[in-house]
């Protein structure tokens, strides 16, 4: 990376420069005397009016004009133009003489025959005038700037590798240093590809170990009733066959969970305003129909007219099926869902008045297949894929969810999503 970023740099100082020097050969050219710039700075003109003077007059005249341009002008003999051009001269010559790169001149032989007006020299190589000196700092410091530059990326691109060649070696937690190159979209771009590269590898490691440990029971259960199934005829045949529609059950929940849970951190956010009022009715009606029959549980909504949410719908939806379906799992007879929102934050909390969770128990119920109490859990159901998939949601929006006590007694589960200024928010 280092050596593509100096021949990066040589090669574009080097451009810089041929241009440059192409620039200033040009302007050169413009520097030195021809036709339309001696006629451009009065020099024939001043000629003729010299010309068409007696010889005595020409000097006053000629100190007079110089007032009136910026060309050294002066009065010299028709044999040292000659001397000075190497061959001889006739009356009314405009000799254009360049004694070196350096040094140009122009001679205008007057109609006598006896002098000449010599207008010079000039120097094309010296430049003059706040342009030509720009230019010339522009070569030289333009690049020095590049360079300062480029040495400051290639800082920041070090850093970028090194954290890469972390990554590679397998230090998931590898991101780019925030200080220098906090700045900088290729690093942030960097540590934002990091952090989903290493919620891949610590998903796909935690779905191997659910599989492993999920999997292994239903499983072991399901191949020691199909050895009974054949010993056995009538009633109980019959018993073992809807054991085993359990078990398959729990697996295509098992499955479909697990499915939740990868999927959650692979689907593109589609976030916008929309009004909640439908979609969080519906899911507190659906939460009232998985009630079991055996229980009796209300499932209440507190939401103000004309509220507003700013989410991704599909994800902020599965999140309150997870966290109400959770709720009422748990809960002995109540289940509050509150919806409230600030200038920052939308905020959707769940009630519920069962057991709760203890202090020390509540940042760990939201990782992955952790579940209380796994004898009570398997008969509610669910194996503690349900507040993951809402954390990791949470992530993916920059919001937060939080666990604490609720004044019905039970868990308070809140999860807030940021959202933009609503000066745009449509009503």
């Not at 200033?24 to 413009?30: C, E, G, K």
């Not at 020299?121 to 720009?134: E, T």
């Not at 969970?257 to 009004?275: A, I, P, T």
């Amino acid at each position: 990376m280092r050596r593509s970023l100096v021949r990066l740099i040589l090669g574009s100082v080097l451009v810089f420069w041929v241009i440059a020097f192409g620039v200033m050969v040009l302007y050169a050219r413009s520097q030195s005397w021809t036709q339309e710039r001696a006629r451009g700075e009065g020099v024939f003109l001043i000629h003729e009016l010299l010309d068409s003077m007696p010889a005595q007059r020409r000097p006053q005249a000629l100190q007079d004009l110089r007032q009136h341009t910026v060309v050294g002008l002066s009065l010299i003999s028709t044999d040292e133009v000659e001397r000075r051009v190497g061959r001889p001269t006739r009356p009314g010559d405009r000799i254009r003489h360049e004694a070196t790169w350096r040094d140009e001149w122009y001679f205008l032989v007057f109609a006598d025959g006896k002098e000449a007006l010599a207008a010079g020299p000039v120097n094309p190589s010296v430049p003059s005038g706040f342009v030509p000196i720009g230019v010339i700092l522009a070569i030289v410091g333009l690049p020095l700037i590049a360079v300062l530059v480029a040495l400051r990326v290639e800082r920041r691109l070090k850093k970028v590798e090194q954290a890469s060649r972390a990554l590679g070696a397998g230090e998931l937690n590898a991101r780019v240093d925030a200080g220098e190159a906090s700045s900088s979209e290729l690093a942030a771009r960097f540590n934002a590809w990091s952090e989903r590269i290493e919620r891949r590898i610590r998903g796909r490691d935690e779905l191997i170990q659910a599989v492993s440990h999920e999997l292994g029971s239903p499983l072991s259960r399901l191949r020691f009733h199909m050895e009974l199934l054949g010993t056995q005829s009538g009633r109980k045949r019959e018993e073992r066959l809807h054991a085993m529609t359990r078990e398959l059950d729990a697996l295509d929940e098992l499955v479909a969970e697990l499915l939740g849970y990868v999927q959650s951190d692979d689907l593109e956010l589609d976030q916008g305003w929309f009004d909640p009022q439908r979609h969080l009715a519906n899911l507190t009606e659906l939460a009232r129909l998985e009630v079991p029959e055996d229980r009796s549980v209300e499932v209440d909504l507190a939401l103000s007219d004309g509220a507003q949410a700013y989410a991704d719908q599909r994800l902020f939806q599965r999140v309150v099926e997870n966290l109400l379906r959770n709720a009422v799992r748990h809960a002995s007879r109540n289940v509050m869902l509150d919806f409230t929102e600030d200038e920052e934050y939308v905020e959707v909390v769940v009630h519920d008045d069962g057991p709760g969770i203890p202090d020390e128990l509540r940042e760990r119920v939201l990782a992955p297949f952790v579940r209380l109490g796994s004898d009570r859990n398997r008969k509610a159901g669910g194996v503690g894929l349900g507040l993951a998939i809402v954390r990791r949601i949470m992530q993916r929006h920059g919001g937060r969810v939080v666990i604490d006590r609720s004044p019905l007694g039970g868990a308070r589960v809140t999860t807030r999503w940021p959202c933009p200024p609503r000066r745009n928010q449509p009503r």
